[in-house]
């Protein structure tokens, strides 16, 4: 499978405790992209990188959120001090750095995140 | 803001119905309108649209976008069970530099009842 991989699928977690979820993106794109998406609603941006540097960084993401691409590959997204409403699905995209008419984002299959 | 609106929220047919979802925007640096399936996991590409008036179809699917009045609609025809599934609209805008990124609706929900 030569799509975008996301690990894990799901993660329970207690309210206060850290977690960090996993993103491949296909091999030759160097755009990525994270979004969240809460029951009811469609994805919501929170970060981008072009190859490893962090361009656009949402309002959405609080200080407890951190994303890193440290190779330009894959990417993690940490998130410090995990609380309720923290819960919902985190969805990874990547996109080549494209001109041409193909659609821009591929998404992984996303990490569905429960905190208690 | 920019904001992307889709409506109706949700919507339920027969098999053998043909559906019309709509998508309104308000974004300042348009470059694309793009629509999305979503099953039970991540939203799955359907079509991409640049140009006004030009109808993009696949199958049973097919979509037009007006830049004028700033609305794009997906139309599907002979409706079968397998098409029950939230459909998002983005919208992709320009922010300057390098970055472009998509600007989602909430997304209609559509239940095809056999």
């Known amino acids: 499978d030569t799509g975008v991989s996301q690990n894990p699928r799901h993660k329970i977690t207690k309210r206060g405790q850290n977690v960090t979820f996993r993103c491949d993106p296909i091999?030759?794109?160097?755009?990525l992209y994270w979004y969240r998406q809460t029951l009811g609603q469609g994805p919501e941006f929170l970060t981008y990188?072009?190859?490893?540097?962090?361009?656009?960084k949402s309002r959405l993401l609080s200080d407890r959120f951190s994303a890193e691409r440290p190779k330009g590959s894959f990417s993690t997204l940490e998130i410090q001090r995990t609380e309720q409403g923290d819960s919902a699905m985190y969805l990874c995209?990547?996109?080549?750095?494209?001109?041409?008419?193909?659609?821009?984002?591929?998404f992984g299959p996303g990490t569905r995140l429960l905190v208690l | 803001e920019d904001k992307v609106v889709q409506s109706p929220l949700s919507l339920v047919v027969h098999e053998g119905d043909t559906v019309t979802l709509n998508c309104s925007y308000e974004?300042?640096?348009?470059?694309?309108l793009l629509w999305y399936k979503q099953e039970k996991k991540a939203p799955t590409f359907l079509f991409m649209l640049?140009?006004?008036?030009i109808e993009k179809k696949s199958g049973r699917l097919s979509s037009i976008l007006d830049k004028k009045e700033l609305f794009s609609i997906l139309n599907i025809t002979a409706t079968q069970t397998g098409d029950s599934a939230i459909y998002l609209c983005?919208?992709?805008?320009?922010?300057?530099?390098?970055?472009?990124?998509?600007?989602f609706g909430t997304g209609t929900l559509l239940a095809v009842q056999p």
């Open positions: 990188f072009q190859n490893e540097a962090q361009l656009e």
């Open positions: 983005a919208v992709e805008a320009y922010y300057g530099g390098a970055t472009n990124k998509l600007i």
């Open positions: 995209a990547s996109s080549r750095n494209q001109m041409s008419p193909s659609p821009p984002e591929y």
């Open positions: 091999s030759e794109h160097n755009r």
């Open positions: 640049t140009s006004s008036g």
């Open positions: 974004v300042t640096n348009f470059r694309s």
